[in-house]
T-cell receptor, first 113, second 115 residues
Framework: AAGVIQSPRHLIKEKRETATLKCYPI?????VYWYQQGPGQDPQFLIS???????DKGSIPDRFSAQQFSDYHSELNMSSLELGDSALYFC????????????FGSGTQLSVL | AQKITQTQPGMFVQEKEAVTLDCTYD???????LFWYKQPSSGEMIFLIY??????QNATEGRYSLNFQKARKSANLVISASQLGDSAMYFC????????????FGPGTRLSVLP
Protein backbone atom coordinates (compact mmCIF):
# COMPACT_ATOMS: atom_id res chain seq x y z
CA ALA A 1 0.00 0.00 0.00
CA ALA A 2 1.15 3.53 -0.75
CA GLY A 3 2.51 5.47 2.20
CA VAL A 4 3.30 9.10 2.89
CA ILE A 5 6.44 10.06 0.99
CA GLN A 6 8.77 12.77 2.15
CA SER A 7 11.80 14.17 0.45
CA PRO A 8 14.60 14.66 0.97
CA ARG A 9 15.38 12.14 3.70
CA HIS A 10 18.30 14.21 4.96
CA LEU A 11 19.15 17.85 4.40
CA ILE A 12 22.14 19.85 5.54
CA LYS A 13 22.00 23.63 5.37
CA GLU A 14 23.94 26.56 6.76
CA LYS A 15 22.56 29.34 8.91
CA ARG A 16 20.49 31.92 7.04
CA GLU A 17 19.93 29.59 4.09
CA THR A 18 16.52 28.38 2.92
CA ALA A 19 15.14 24.86 2.75
CA THR A 20 12.14 23.28 1.08
CA LEU A 21 10.70 20.01 2.31
CA LYS A 22 8.23 18.04 0.23
CA CYS A 23 5.44 15.69 1.21
CA TYR A 24 3.27 13.42 -0.92
CA PRO A 25 0.26 12.19 1.09
CA ILE A 26 -1.44 8.87 0.69
CA UNK A 27 -3.79 9.01 -2.34
CA UNK A 28 -7.32 10.18 -1.49
CA UNK A 29 -6.27 11.53 1.91
CA UNK A 30 -7.75 14.97 2.36
CA UNK A 31 -5.75 16.30 5.32
CA VAL A 32 -2.01 16.95 5.58
CA TYR A 33 -0.07 17.85 8.71
CA TRP A 34 3.46 19.05 9.35
CA TYR A 35 5.26 18.33 12.63
CA GLN A 36 8.67 19.29 13.98
CA GLN A 37 10.47 16.96 16.37
CA GLY A 38 13.59 18.24 18.10
CA PRO A 39 16.13 15.84 19.61
CA GLY A 40 14.56 13.98 22.52
CA GLN A 41 11.27 15.87 22.08
CA ASP A 42 7.76 14.86 21.14
CA PRO A 43 6.49 16.03 17.75
CA GLN A 44 5.17 19.58 17.75
CA PHE A 45 2.37 20.53 15.39
CA LEU A 46 3.28 23.20 12.85
CA ILE A 47 0.47 23.50 10.33
CA SER A 48 -2.26 21.51 8.61
CA UNK A 49 -4.21 21.61 5.37
CA UNK A 50 -7.63 20.30 4.50
CA UNK A 51 -8.46 20.00 0.82
CA UNK A 52 -5.57 22.31 -0.10
CA UNK A 53 -6.67 25.05 2.28
CA UNK A 54 -4.75 25.87 5.43
CA UNK A 55 -6.91 24.65 8.27
CA ASP A 56 -4.92 25.10 11.44
CA LYS A 57 -1.68 26.63 12.60
CA GLY A 58 0.46 25.55 15.51
CA SER A 59 3.84 26.73 16.68
CA ILE A 60 5.14 27.56 13.22
CA PRO A 61 7.67 30.42 13.08
CA ASP A 62 6.97 33.32 10.74
CA ARG A 63 10.10 32.32 8.81
CA PHE A 64 8.31 29.14 7.76
CA SER A 65 5.50 28.85 5.28
CA ALA A 66 3.68 25.93 3.75
CA GLN A 67 1.22 25.22 1.02
CA GLN A 68 -0.65 22.35 -0.53
CA PHE A 69 -0.83 22.09 -4.30
CA SER A 70 -3.52 20.94 -6.69
CA ASP A 71 -2.06 17.42 -6.77
CA TYR A 72 -2.29 17.38 -2.94
CA HIS A 73 1.43 17.34 -2.34
CA SER A 74 2.60 19.84 0.24
CA GLU A 75 5.79 21.83 0.71
CA LEU A 76 7.23 23.38 3.85
CA ASN A 77 9.45 26.35 3.08
CA MET A 78 11.91 27.48 5.71
CA SER A 79 13.90 30.68 5.37
CA SER A 80 16.67 32.36 7.37
CA LEU A 81 17.48 29.02 8.95
CA GLU A 82 18.72 29.01 12.52
CA LEU A 83 20.66 26.37 14.44
CA GLY A 84 17.53 25.66 16.47
CA ASP A 85 15.66 24.60 13.34
CA SER A 86 17.69 21.39 13.28
CA ALA A 87 15.07 18.71 13.79
CA LEU A 88 13.18 15.83 12.25
CA TYR A 89 10.27 17.16 10.20
CA PHE A 90 7.33 14.85 9.71
CA CYS A 91 4.51 15.06 7.29
CA UNK A 92 1.36 13.06 8.01
CA UNK A 93 -1.87 12.54 6.13
CA UNK A 94 -5.31 11.43 7.11
CA UNK A 95 -8.67 10.82 5.52
CA UNK A 96 -12.14 11.99 6.49
CA UNK A 97 -10.87 15.41 7.50
CA UNK A 98 -8.60 13.98 10.15
CA UNK A 99 -11.13 11.76 11.87
CA UNK A 100 -9.08 8.76 10.87
CA UNK A 101 -5.63 7.92 12.14
CA UNK A 102 -2.63 9.88 10.92
CA UNK A 103 -0.11 8.09 8.75
CA PHE A 104 3.37 9.54 8.96
CA GLY A 105 6.13 9.75 6.43
CA SER A 106 9.66 8.73 7.31
CA GLY A 107 10.56 12.33 8.05
CA THR A 108 13.21 14.74 6.81
CA GLN A 109 16.19 15.18 9.09
CA LEU A 110 17.28 18.79 8.78
CA SER A 111 20.67 19.79 10.13
CA VAL A 112 21.55 23.47 10.22
CA LEU A 113 25.28 24.14 10.61
CA ALA B 1 -1.41 22.80 30.08
CA GLN B 2 -0.15 19.43 28.92
CA LYS B 3 -2.95 17.57 27.24
CA ILE B 4 -1.23 14.20 27.25
CA THR B 5 0.78 12.90 30.17
CA GLN B 6 3.09 9.93 30.01
CA THR B 7 4.63 9.56 33.43
CA GLN B 8 7.21 6.92 32.53
CA PRO B 9 10.17 8.45 30.69
CA GLY B 10 11.76 5.01 30.44
CA MET B 11 10.70 1.41 30.99
CA PHE B 12 12.47 -1.92 30.96
CA VAL B 13 10.80 -5.25 30.29
CA GLN B 14 12.11 -8.77 29.91
CA GLU B 15 11.63 -10.43 26.54
CA LYS B 16 8.35 -12.41 26.31
CA GLU B 17 6.80 -10.55 29.25
CA ALA B 18 3.91 -8.10 29.05
CA VAL B 19 4.34 -4.39 29.70
CA THR B 20 1.94 -1.50 30.26
CA LEU B 21 2.76 2.03 29.15
CA ASP B 22 0.72 4.70 30.88
CA CYS B 23 -1.11 7.57 29.25
CA THR B 24 -3.54 10.05 30.74
CA TYR B 25 -5.20 12.82 28.81
CA ASP B 26 -7.10 16.01 29.41
CA UNK B 27 -9.97 17.18 27.24
CA UNK B 28 -13.40 18.69 27.65
CA UNK B 29 -14.56 17.40 24.27
CA UNK B 30 -17.05 14.54 24.16
CA UNK B 31 -15.72 13.27 20.85
CA UNK B 32 -12.04 12.50 20.67
CA UNK B 33 -9.64 9.80 19.59
CA LEU B 34 -6.62 8.28 21.30
CA PHE B 35 -3.67 6.84 19.43
CA TRP B 36 -0.40 5.12 20.15
CA TYR B 37 2.60 5.45 17.87
CA LYS B 38 5.96 3.69 17.98
CA GLN B 39 9.15 5.47 16.97
CA PRO B 40 12.18 3.18 16.62
CA SER B 41 15.70 4.55 16.50
CA SER B 42 15.42 4.83 12.72
CA GLY B 43 13.00 7.71 13.31
CA GLU B 44 9.83 6.77 11.49
CA MET B 45 6.50 7.12 13.31
CA ILE B 46 4.50 3.89 13.19
CA PHE B 47 0.79 3.74 14.02
CA LEU B 48 -0.05 1.01 16.53
CA ILE B 49 -3.60 1.32 17.82
CA TYR B 50 -6.61 3.66 17.99
CA UNK B 51 -9.46 4.11 20.47
CA UNK B 52 -12.44 6.36 19.85
CA UNK B 53 -14.09 8.07 22.79
CA UNK B 54 -17.42 6.40 21.98
CA UNK B 55 -15.96 2.93 21.50
CA UNK B 56 -17.22 0.67 24.26
CA GLN B 57 -14.75 -2.12 23.65
CA ASN B 58 -11.04 -1.75 24.29
CA ALA B 59 -9.09 -1.69 21.03
CA THR B 60 -6.78 -4.57 20.17
CA GLU B 61 -4.29 -4.96 17.32
CA GLY B 62 -2.30 -8.18 17.51
CA ARG B 63 0.00 -7.99 20.52
CA TYR B 64 -1.17 -4.45 21.31
CA SER B 65 -4.22 -3.62 23.36
CA LEU B 66 -5.44 -0.35 24.75
CA ASN B 67 -6.82 -0.27 28.28
CA PHE B 68 -9.32 2.59 27.97
CA GLN B 69 -10.76 3.95 31.21
CA LYS B 70 -12.84 6.92 30.17
CA ALA B 71 -13.82 8.12 33.64
CA ARG B 72 -10.17 8.19 34.66
CA LYS B 73 -9.12 9.67 31.30
CA SER B 74 -6.50 7.03 30.80
CA ALA B 75 -5.53 5.07 27.71
CA ASN B 76 -2.74 2.72 28.63
CA LEU B 77 -1.00 0.61 26.01
CA VAL B 78 -0.42 -3.04 26.82
CA ILE B 79 2.15 -4.97 24.83
CA SER B 80 1.96 -8.70 25.36
CA ALA B 81 4.87 -11.09 24.82
CA SER B 82 7.49 -8.35 24.33
CA GLN B 83 10.05 -8.80 21.58
CA LEU B 84 13.48 -7.25 21.19
CA GLY B 85 12.14 -5.30 18.22
CA ASP B 86 9.68 -3.55 20.50
CA SER B 87 12.50 -1.42 21.92
CA ALA B 88 11.55 2.11 20.84
CA MET B 89 9.93 5.36 21.91
CA TYR B 90 6.18 5.13 22.34
CA PHE B 91 3.98 8.18 21.99
CA CYS B 92 0.41 8.52 23.14
CA UNK B 93 -1.54 11.04 21.07
CA UNK B 94 -5.01 12.56 21.06
CA UNK B 95 -7.29 14.03 18.44
CA UNK B 96 -9.80 16.41 19.98
CA UNK B 97 -13.17 17.18 18.51
CA UNK B 98 -14.73 15.82 15.38
CA UNK B 99 -11.91 16.81 13.09
CA UNK B 100 -8.22 16.08 13.20
CA UNK B 101 -6.91 19.59 13.43
CA UNK B 102 -6.01 19.30 17.08
CA UNK B 103 -3.75 16.27 17.18
CA UNK B 104 -1.22 16.39 20.00
CA PHE B 105 1.43 14.03 21.31
CA GLY B 106 2.57 13.15 24.79
CA PRO B 107 6.23 13.33 25.79
CA GLY B 108 6.79 9.65 25.07
CA THR B 109 8.09 6.60 26.94
CA ARG B 110 11.28 4.85 25.93
CA LEU B 111 10.82 1.10 26.18
CA SER B 112 13.82 -1.19 26.34
CA VAL B 113 13.27 -4.93 25.96
CA LEU B 114 15.94 -7.02 27.64
CA PRO B 115 17.00 -10.45 26.30
Amino acid sequence: AAGVIQSPRHLIKEKRETATLKCYPIPRHDTVYWYQQGPGQDPQFLISFYEKMQSDKGSIPDRFSAQQFSDYHSELNMSSLELGDSALYFCASSSDRGREKLFFGSGTQLSVL
Amino acid sequence: AQKITQTQPGMFVQEKEAVTLDCTYDTSDQSYGLFWYKQPSSGEMIFLIYQGSYDEQNATEGRYSLNFQKARKSANLVISASQLGDSAMYFCAMREGNYGQNFVFGPGTRLSVLP
